[in-house]
């Protein structure tokens, strides 16, 4: 009976390991499945243009919307995170627009206080 219950407790621990493996976590996704960093917007007339071969950094204020340029094409984001966390932005770039890391961060807009 204990060998049952041991190649039961085997199995099982063995299938909760794969399972963790399949289901990666996300550090970047709300239970919404939102990103904690903001989201893409439709871009503004008055957004901020970064050229993303410009340079290694950006700093940003929460709320503000930046339009990310690269090889004639663009994506526009809301920063709009609680916690003011630096991104980059291969994280929030639409697949294969950023071919290397570009550091967005993020600091409190005026209206959020000290």
């Not at 919404?32 to 970064?50: D, F, L, M, T, Y």
Request: aromatic residues 8%; contains cysteine.
């Amino acid at each position: 009976m204990n060998r049952n219950l041991s190649a039961t407790a085997l199995i099982a621990s063995l299938f909760v390991g794969m399972t963790a493996q399949a289901t990666p976590q996300r550090n970047d996704a709300m239970l919404n499945g939102k990103s904690v960093h903001g989201e893409a917007v439709a871009a503004p007339q008055n957004a901020r243009i970064v050229n993303l071969d410009a340079g290694k950094s950006v700093n940003v204020k929460c709320g503000e919307v930046i339009t990310f340029q690269k090889a004639g094409k663009s994506f526009s984001w809301k920063f709009d995170s609680a916690q003011h966390r630096a991104v980059d932005v291969r994280t929030i770039a639409p697949a294969g627009f950023a071919d290397k890391p570009l550091m967005v961060y993020v600091s409190r807009s005026e209206w959020e206080g000290a």
